[in-house]
């Protein structure tokens, strides 16, 4: 069987990306003009819950040509060690968020609490996003960092989840 070059498959990659952009595109200036010929409508809430629902259709429609991204830097260890070393780096930011968001009501300015909670509420795509980087590793130092990656976004999920449970059933 006849494989393809890793160079072909980045453009391959590539092209991807620009198909998600271009379909990402489209639906952001169809939604633009929507709100435009409509405006009183469009501030509703129904309307707000269509935008969450686009936004993650669209987040979905990026991680296609991620995984195959993915799958060709797994070849690679450097590479690979690297793009772990980020994976790492971006799960410690969940954390950080978390405490941020919750203790720091008072002290932290609005922009950065809707920072911290914008990171917060993508937290279940990034996990899938280390999982899947994670099942991709061949290499042993890349696969504990990705587990460690892992292992820190799940946590800060499970306790941010824990949390809002906590705060509902309280009511504080």
Same mark, same amino acid.
């Given at each position: 069987?006849?494989?393809?070059?890793?160079?072909?498959?980045?453009w391959?990659?590539?092209?991807?990306?620009?198909?998600?952009?271009?379909?990402? =595109?489209?639906?952001?200036?169809?939604?633009?003009?929507?709100?435009? =010929?409509?405006?009183?409508?469009?501030? &509703?809430g129904?309307?707000?819950g269509?935008?969450l629902?686009?936004?993650?259709?669209?987040?979905c429609?990026?991680?296609?040509?991620?995984?195959?991204?993915?799958?060709?830097?797994?070849?690679?260890?450097?590479v690979?060690?690297?793009?772990?070393?980020?994976?790492? &780096?971006?799960?410690?930011?969940?954390?950080?968020?978390?405490?941020?968001?919750?203790?720091?009501r008072?002290h932290?300015?609005?922009?950065?609490?809707?920072?911290?909670?914008?990171r917060?509420?993508?937290?279940p795509?990034?996990?899938? &996003?280390?999982?899947?980087?994670?099942?991709?590793?061949?290499f042993?130092?890349?696969?504990?960092?990705?587990?460690? =990656?892992?292992? #820190?976004?799940?946590?800060?999920l &499970?306790?941010? #989840?824990?949390?809002l449970?906590?705060?509902?059933?309280?009511?504080?």
């Amino acid at each position: 069987m006849r494989t393809i070059s890793w160079r072909a498959q980045l453009w391959f990659i590539v092209l991807g990306y620009a198909a998600v952009v271009t379909v990402a =595109a489209a639906l952001l200036s169809a939604r633009y003009l929507q709100e435009i =010929a409509y405006p009183a409508e469009a501030s &509703g809430g129904m309307w707000a819950g269509g935008d969450l629902l686009l936004g993650i259709f669209i987040v979905c429609l990026f991680m296609i040509p991620t995984v195959f991204l993915v799958r060709v830097m797994a070849k690679f260890e450097g590479v690979y060690m690297g793009y772990s070393r980020f994976l790492l &780096g971006l799960s410690l930011s969940a954390p950080v968020c978390l405490s941020l968001f919750y203790f720091g009501r008072s002290h932290l300015a609005e922009s950065v609490r809707n920072l911290c909670l914008y990171r917060l509420f993508w937290s279940p795509f990034i996990l899938a &996003g280390i999982g899947v980087s994670r099942f991709l590793a061949r290499f042993d130092r890349a696969k504990r960092l990705a587990s460690y =990656a892992l292992l #820190i976004e799940g946590l800060t999920l &499970g306790i941010a #989840i824990a949390l809002l449970i906590y705060r509902v059933n309280v009511g504080g």
